[in-house]
């Protein structure tokens, strides 16, 4: 059939407020032009952000109703450990509150002032952890990955030459290599099967360990079973094991691909540095068997890494995605090309022109998605990236706002009501103002900043 629906059925609702633009316009002003300070209860669409924000199975539901809440070797951590294992064969698995932890506890492990990680494109706050401990990030996509509108099927991949160069005269300060799957900075773009094997060829020649940042995982290897020759008769969880077996260890958010409100996990090959990470997990998050979450939360990550492997929600879910991402391309919306698995991203850049970078037209669009159709999405630009280090300023290398999707939440007529707010935008962008920003703190600063138009 041509109609993609969604392999579920709805089995309760949440009320959505259906604000007016005169409020939206008070509620904006009051959180400082930052959609990030807005009352959930006051956005009718909310596409902020998938992390932490699917809506859970009645299986999951019922997995809570068991969860073992014992503090030491609760039945609930062995199902989650086998579920993961199952999918991603590592010797140590840990669990934590969420990806932000993991990342946290692997930096403190490997990383100091000296250090120097690369990635294809590190995400906020795996950049933020890793600058915390004085350490550099740097980014390594490929050259197609830096053009929103270039059709390469797998813009996530890593610059396998450019890194080969640069841990030629660098290998002594790497402590890990990083690979973001699916890429989410760059547009939510995956990483190809042949690209992890050539990274981890790369990083064995130099005896470095190569750790995945896996929080879409699940999308990135239906992209692989999509897009890359070989894998088209492959189960996707076939697929999974296949990009773990190159790895050396893995960070987790749960609460992507693991269709959960709250978890995560760090899992290593390591023998001495999973014992590290535990001591450090237990210092700020938990007993080595819960990690920061409850046995519930455990039981839920457990039935949800089943269902995120099933193809018929993969393909509802890269289809709906593309249902989005093709109606705005239509109305001449520019987006980054080819749709990504968990959200679209539009060039902000490219939209509104007269806007320059350190005027942020990310957030110039995302203010007035919300003021038209209390739409809320996320910048992904100068004012996430533009801060340096050493507090100067620079353009990031794409302004965009993510529409990130959360998972099995919003149905068709929600997107096509996101779609029509687009072409009533769409005739007067020449009219959106820029921003400068009034506050901000030193790190993540797009969380919490003030803004004010410019006039």
Same mark, same amino acid.
């Given at each position: 059939?041509?109609?993609?629906?969604?392999?579920?059925?709805?089995?309760?609702?949440?009320?959505?407020?259906?604000?007016?633009?005169?409020?939206?316009?008070?509620?904006?002003?009051? *959180?400082?032009?930052?959609?990030?300070?807005?009352? &959930?209860?006051? +956005?009718? /669409?909310?596409? @902020? %952000?998938?992390?932490?924000? =699917?809506?859970?199975?009645?299986?999951?539901?019922?997995?809570?109703?068991?969860?073992?809440?014992?503090?030491?070797?609760?039945?609930?951590?062995?199902?989650?450990?086998?579920?993961?294992?199952?999918?991603?064969?590592?010797?140590?698995?840990?669990?934590?509150?969420?990806?932000?932890?993991?990342?946290?506890?692997?930096?403190?492990?490997?990383?100091?002032?000296?250090?120097?990680?690369?990635?294809?494109?590190?995400?906020?706050?795996?950049?933020?952890?890793?600058?915390?401990?004085?350490?550099?990030?740097?980014?390594?996509?490929?050259?197609?990955?830096?053009?929103?509108?270039?059709?390469?099927?797998?813009?996530?991949?890593?610059?396998?030459? *450019?890194?080969?160069?640069?841990?030629?005269?660098? &290998?002594?300060? +790497?402590? /890990?290599?990083? @690979? %973001?799957?699916?890429?989410? =900075?760059?547009?939510?773009?995956?990483?190809?099967?042949?690209?992890?094997?050539?990274?981890?060829?790369?990083?064995?020649?130099?005896?470095?360990?190569?750790?995945?940042?896996?929080?879409?995982?699940?999308?990135?290897?239906?992209?692989?079973?999509?897009?890359?020759?070989?894998?088209?008769?492959?189960?996707?969880?076939?697929?999974?094991?296949?990009?773990?077996?190159?790895?050396?260890?893995?960070?987790?958010?749960?609460?992507?691909?693991?269709?959960?409100?709250?978890?995560?996990?760090?899992?290593?090959?390591?023998?001495?540095?999973?014992?590290?990470?535990?001591?450090?997990?237990?210092?700020?998050?938990?007993?080595?068997?819960?990690?920061?979450?409850?046995?519930?939360?455990?039981?839920?990550? &457990?039935?949800?890494?089943?269902?995120?492997?099933?193809?018929?929600?993969?393909?509802?879910?890269?289809?709906?995605?593309?249902?989005?991402?093709?109606?705005?391309?239509?109305?001449?919306?520019?987006?980054?090309?080819?749709?990504?698995?968990?959200?679209?991203?539009?060039?902000?850049?490219?939209?509104?022109?007269?806007?320059?970078?350190?005027?942020?037209?990310?957030?110039?669009?995302?203010?007035?998605?919300?003021?038209?159709?209390?739409?809320?999405?996320?910048?992904?630009?100068?004012?996430?990236?533009?801060?340096?280090?050493?507090?100067?300023?620079?353009?990031?290398?794409?302004?965009?706002?993510?529409?990130?999707?959360?998972?099995?939440?919003?149905?068709?007529?929600?997107?096509?009501?996101?779609?029509?707010?687009?072409?009533?935008?769409?005739?007067?962008?020449?009219?959106?103002?820029?921003?400068?920003?009034?506050?901000?703190?030193?790190?993540?600063?797009?969380?919490?900043?003030?803004?004010?138009?410019?006039?």
């Amino acid at each position: 059939m041509k109609t993609i629906i969604e392999p579920f059925r709805i089995k309760s609702v949440e009320p959505i407020r259906l604000t007016t633009r005169d409020e939206r316009e008070q509620l904006i002003r009051e *959180a400082h032009f930052n959609l990030f300070n807005l009352d &959930a209860a006051d +956005v009718i /669409i909310d596409f @902020l %952000t998938d992390s932490g924000t =699917s809506a859970m199975s009645s299986k999951q539901w019922g997995g809570m109703m068991e969860g073992d809440e014992s503090y030491a070797g609760s039945s609930s951590y062995f199902r989650f450990e086998a579920a993961v294992r199952d999918l991603m064969p590592f010797r140590h698995i840990i669990p934590t509150h969420q990806g932000r932890a993991a990342e946290r506890i692997l930096m403190g492990i490997v990383a100091d002032a000296e250090s120097i990680i690369p990635n294809n494109t590190h995400f906020d706050t795996t950049r933020a952890n890793i600058e915390a401990t004085g350490a550099k990030a740097v980014d390594m996509v490929i050259e197609e990955g830096k053009d929103p509108s270039n059709e390469h099927p797998f813009k996530g991949n890593m610059d396998v030459a *450019a890194l080969r160069d640069f841990l030629e005269g660098n &290998a002594e300060r +790497v402590p /890990i290599v990083m @690979l %973001t799957v699916t890429n989410n =900075s760059g547009g939510g773009q995956p990483v190809s099967m042949a690209n992890i094997r050539k990274v981890k060829e790369v990083c064995d020649a130099f005896e470095i360990p190569l750790i995945l940042d896996a929080c879409r995982f699940a999308e990135n290897a239906y992209f692989i079973k999509l897009r890359e020759e070989g894998y088209a008769d492959m189960d996707v969880a076939d697929i999974v094991r296949e990009m773990f077996s190159h790895a050396d260890g893995m960070t987790m958010s749960a609460k992507k691909d693991a269709l959960v409100n709250i978890g995560g996990w760090l899992a290593l090959n390591d023998a001495t540095w999973a014992e590290e990470a535990r001591n450090q997990l237990i210092l700020t998050e938990g007993f080595p068997t819960y990690g920061g979450l409850a046995g519930r939360d455990l039981e839920a990550i &457990a039935q949800g890494l089943k269902e995120i492997v099933r193809e018929e929600y993969l393909a509802y879910r890269i289809a709906s995605t593309r249902y989005l991402g093709r109606a705005l391309l239509e109305m001449g919306v520019p987006v980054v090309r080819p749709i990504g698995g968990h959200a679209v991203y539009i060039d902000a850049k490219s939209l509104l022109p007269h806007i320059p970078p350190l005027q942020y037209p990310g957030q110039a669009l995302a203010v007035e998605l919300y003021l038209t159709g209390g739409i809320r999405g996320c910048e992904i630009g100068s004012v996430m990236f533009g801060k340096q280090p050493d507090g100067s300023e620079e353009p990031a290398a794409m302004e965009l706002v993510r529409l990130a999707i959360p998972r099995r939440v919003y149905t068709q007529s929600h997107v096509d009501y996101v779609i029509e707010c687009f072409e009533e935008i769409v005739g007067r962008t020449d009219e959106l103002p820029g921003y400068t920003i009034t506050h901000e703190p030193r790190q993540l600063r797009h969380f919490t900043a003030h803004f004010e138009p410019i006039d």
